[in-house]
């Protein structure tokens, strides 16, 4: 629970230092780890000297001051408080804006990592860390004290669950082949027709997620059997123990979970060995969470295909054997690159600053790499 708003009255020339004192002591007490312990009590002090509680003071009578990474997003955050001061850092390596005390509210580029994560650090007053990005495990562990991190979930789930089945329809219905056929100014219609088709196929979903379920559901109108797996069972969705007996059932493995301890290496040579004959792997997760060696050998032998917009190392070297693969359809990182990603994404950060200043519980704050 966010303390951070208090109600009395005082005299017009002391109302402001009281709210910075408010202000500040919520944060003092967040890096400690102590604000809702402590706060109630104060509040009750508060009450007490001030018995007269008929007006509510928000915090966001106190400047604050906003980071983001992406000129996009200026006019995109032209209606918040006037107190809230929003500024331009595109990269930590950039002239900073000004001086970095203040900045409370952080929204670093997208597909953020090194330096990027370590800047972090040098933000002393820093409060919240905004995500554009659904995975959020660059900065997992590496968050200072005091400061809760946000992932942008929601805001992929139309970009990525296109991309997914724009991958899974490029590959039933042989479109590279064809780009193939037409580069070489070929009529390839004896080399690859009849295609297959999307229609009756069963799909295994792992990871039911919002893009998952955007998935799922971008995919009922193609008459298929879609089957959900999560960490956790629940009514509709299995749990990830038992993904051995489903994989051999399915006609394409969907990977959409996050990148943690627990789904790095995911995808190893057992998890491709009982995937069934001309099976379809489709990663939009995280290159790690697949096994690039065994993924390599199990598609060099012809028994599976894989269409993926990740890989590990990324990019993928220029002199790997994956890139001349017939059965191997790569992106580069894009599926949630499109040109609306910025609008939906910055209606959430302001969404977000409104929240922190009223002082109400953000949303998808990123616990245990979730």
Known sequence: MRLETVRFVVDDEAHADYHRAVWLLA??????GARDRVVPTLLALFEEVLPNRDHRLPLSSVPVKVWIAHEAGLPLLTDLPRDVTVELLTTPDAPLPSDPAGVRFWVPPFLSSGNVVNFAGKLADLRVIQLLSAGADAWVGRVPP??????????????????????????VRDLPGFIRGQAAREWSYARYAPTDELAGKRVLIVGAGAIGEATAARLDPF????????????????GIDELPALLPEADVVVL?????A?????????????????????????GPVVDTAALTDALAGGRLAAAVDVTDPEPLPADHPLWEMPNFLLTPHVAGSVRGLMPRAYRLVGDQIRRYLAGQPLINEVRDGY
């Open 27 to 32: 944060d003092a007490l967040a890096v400690i």
């Open 146 to 171: 005091g400061v809760t991190l946000h992932d942008a979930r929601g805001v992929h789930s139309s970009s990525t669950s296109e991309w997914i089945v724009a991958a899974i329809l490029a590959h």
């Open 223 to 238: 008459d298929v059997s879609v089957v959900r797996v999560a960490r956790t069972a629940r009514p509709g969705v299995h």
């Open 256 to 260: 959409i979970v996050p990148l943690t």
């Open 262 to 286: 627990e789904t790095r290496g995911m995808v190893d040579a057992d998890f491709l060995a009982r995937m069934r004959d001309g099976a379809l792997l489709v990663n939009a997760a995280r």
